[in-house]
């Protein structure tokens, strides 16, 4: 293990700041990683991620701010020097030498004995064993990934870092290696550290996940708690599709907060809305919608809209329907009843929610 | 030149039907600006040979006092190219000077290209213009700015005119050269897959050992080569500064006053063959080095 | 001149990705010094030198001795005495320039876009020739345009030719600069070629049907930096060039490159007249190199 750090445990990174030039990255990140876990930096192009990311891999310095793994500070320290690597967008194989060499590299540059054997248990993992004697110009996008990922397993890092990993795969092949890395996760136990724009990918592979958007975290925690109750209005329109609404509070009934949206009370729990006063901006997601022809029974917690489209998907319909305030709508109805709505672009109908489901964020942009 | 290709008929009469075939002449024409662009390119590289044909009829010249009109065969010269004083003599001293110059300028080159494609820093603009001028300057004006300073400066610490003067200004004027191959060859390798080697415990050397220097090792061959030939077939500022020391080029020119001997012609036909066989030779390795890969 | 190294180097490595900051600018500088040191004490402080010494004066009565001075004279001489060789060295310059282009422009099409499998053939072709030395190359064209030959032969036959010969006249050496700079021309034209999407010029085609307008319009444009690339590499060297005056020139009417030549290896207490012509050599030639970039250029020239 010759010039890499001995380092154990979560990853910390303590109030992380990269800027350049006038242009801020990260902006003051604190973040933490449990040991073997999956966790997911989710964000648009541009969001600092993939500068987060090398920041990790040591492929650049943090302006302020401190990277650590366990107990050890690793910041200032060369990539070559970090037990961490990476598996790169592009997977960066080095074109001028063989499956088998690409893999063997690390162990070799670390003077590890059992090297050649390693890269041949590492490439058994990925079920790459019989291309090993190729070079990496003779496989295909997917046999490449793969490659890329046994070259950087094979060290067995403490982190292991994530670059888009499968941006250049097309779909089918996406979805079997997002099944394959998490296999790959649970079976080898390693941190893994996984930057997407997707938050489909995100969503199924991670435990935790983080969106970030301009340099910093928005939201962290469990994909279902995103999903459910996202905190600012970026993370609600991020992850998932929300149907949304600015409007006034007017009050509070109990466990609940009253708001004129969209021209009807709607009703919001106090601890899933972020403001008790003033702006909010409601939420509900388009599968918590319900779409009937007639008002229901009940107060509040409806509107009525037009029909502008509607594809039928098999398990489910997806309607889009226009609000009277100008913002299309769009729910999901499972196709579970035997007479399904008959509806068409142009009928009125009226969408309902039961108020636990809703959410209420700033409606001001981080 | 296929986009020069007039507009022609020819689809319009074969949607048409059995429409009938167009004249001979028109069709002559038509072949014609078709192929202009391949008869063009076949002449010109017609053209582009004719002297070199020259030089190799010449050199089984029989000449007397001067080669320049043909008089009658003989292969007297190609039996014994050194047969004339100082031919060989400079043939030498011009390989010398080459091999020395070329793995000078492409070790300076290569270091350069290297920090001009991997690094930002100060001066990096300034430096470029410092690669960029040298190939923007005549060689006469280079090879007297050589001349005044050797003669009015470094006569003072003991450099006089000779071997060492041709051999740093070749290096001098290859350089330039050398950094634009190689930095061509750095900017169309993925940084990543340097990254990818110090992520994967290479330090700065390691990496550059067994990833860089092997990817670009193409770059800096070819940069090598365009330096040999440059040094080699350089006149102009070589006779500025080689003072008494004579190299192939500068025989040829001062002999040229009085008619170039046959054996000159030998040799450069002969530097002709080398070359060209060296080349194709390193198109059939490689060629055939990438058939294997696909096999 | 990025299109003459391209060709060079691997042709289909063309993917360049700008460049990276990995490093830390300390080792920037350590590889960089070597070069910057040759460069400077073999290419800047010998145009000091000759700077300085385009203004020495000579010591009446000793040629070849010279003191410092600000001798301004010299420049005036040189732009005065030596104005129509100036003009004669742009001139042929320009005119082998313009020839060369028309000459290359075909080949260089043809090999980028007719050649198949025939192209590193092609590309090998063009550039042989140049192993042969320089000077026995424009030695063979004063063979080749002698009155003897056959060149003249056919051109007086056909009436064509009313001088009756074409060695020792300024045409042989436009045709001596021609050829000689011509792969400087072809090689970056290629190499812009190459990199071009033949299918553009098809859609070029598709758009305006007429072939010569496809040509100004799409298939022109898209080889500009090549062709900007090839003029300067042409150029310059062509301007400077003195050989081709020598071997295949006339006796009277030559060019600066011959001037500063004889001033510097001949004549006796030339050099600050030499030096003069020199400087202005390269001012003149950086000075259009600079405004043609800037009127054609790309910003990636070197």
Known sequence: MAGVREARGDLHLEGVTKTFGDFVAVDDLTLHVPRNSFFALLGPSGCGKTTTLRMVAGLEQPTTGRVLIGDTDLTGSRPYERPVNTVFQSYALFPHLTIRDNVAFGPKRRKEKDAAQRAEDALELVQMTQFAGRKPAQLSGGQQQRVALARALVNHPEVLLLDEPLGALDLKLRREMQVELKRIQTEVGLTFIHVTHDQEEAMTMADTVAVMNKGRIEQLGPPSELYDLPRTRFVANFLGQANTGVGAIEGIDGEHLVADVLGTKVKILKDRSQVHEGEVLFGVRPEKVTVSRTQPAGVGNDVKGTVRDVSFLGVATSYLVDMPSGTTWSCYEQNLDVEPLDLRPGDEVWLTWNPGHAFGVSPEEA | ?295 | MSALAHVTTDPAASTAQGPRATGRSRTAYLLLLPGVLWLGVFFLLPLVQLAAVSLQSRYPGFPGYYYPDLNFANYAAALTDYAPHFARSFLYAGLATLLAFLISYPLAYAMAFKAGRWRNLMLICVIAPFFTSFILRTFAWSQILADEGWVVGVLSFLNLLPGGSIINTPVAVVAGLTYNFLPFMVLPIYASLERADPRVIEAGGDLYANGFTTFRTVTLPMSMPGVLAGTLLTFIPAAGDFVNMELLGPQRGKMVGNVINDQFLAVPGGYPVAAALSFTLMAAILAMVFLYVRRFGTEELV
């Open chain 2, 1 to 295: 030149m296929a986009a020069m290709t007039p507009t022609t008929p020819t689809s319009s009469t074969a949607a048409s039907g059995p429409a009938q075939r167009p004249s001979a002449a028109r069709r002559a024409r038509l072949w014609l600006a078709n192929h202009f662009a391949v008869i063009a390119a076949i002449l010109v590289l017609l053209y582009l040979f004719l002297p070199v044909a020259y030089t190799f009829a010449f050199s089984f010249n029989d000449h007397g006092r001067s080669n320049i009109v043909w008089q009658g065969f003989t292969w007297e010269h190609w039996q014994d190219p050194c047969g004339v004083p100082g031919v060989c003599e400079s043939l030498v001293t011009s390989l010398q000077v080459g091999v020395i110059s070329t793995v000078v300028a492409t070790v300076l080159g290569t270091l350069m290209a290297l920090a001009m494609v991997r690094y930002r820093f100060r001066g990096r603009s300034a430096s470029n213009l410092l690669i960029f001028v040298p190939m923007a300057t005549p060689e006469i004006v280079m090879g007297a700015a050589l001349l005044t300073i050797f003669v009015q400066g470094f006569s003072n610490i003991g450099i006089s005119l000779g071997f060492g003067t041709i051999v740093f200004a070749h290096i001098m004027f290859c350089l330039s050269f050398v950094v634009v191959t190689v930095k061509a060859r750095l900017q169309s390798l993925d940084p990543r897959i340097e990254e990818a080697a110090q992520d994967l415990y290479a330090g700065p050397l390691q990496t550059f050992w067994s990833v860089t220097f092997p990817l670009i090792l193409p770059g800096i061959a070819g940069a090598a080569m365009l330096a040999f030939s440059l040094s080699f077939d350089d006149f102009i500022i070589t006779n500025f500064v080689s003072g008494n020391e004579s190299t192939f080029p500068k025989f040829v020119y001062v002999a040229s006053r009085r008619g170039i001997p046959a054996e000159a012609n030998v040799i450069g036909f002969s530097m002709f063959v080398i070359a060209v066989l060296l080349v194709v030779g390193a198109q059939v390795v490689s060629s055939m080095r990438a058939s294997r890969y696909k096999s």
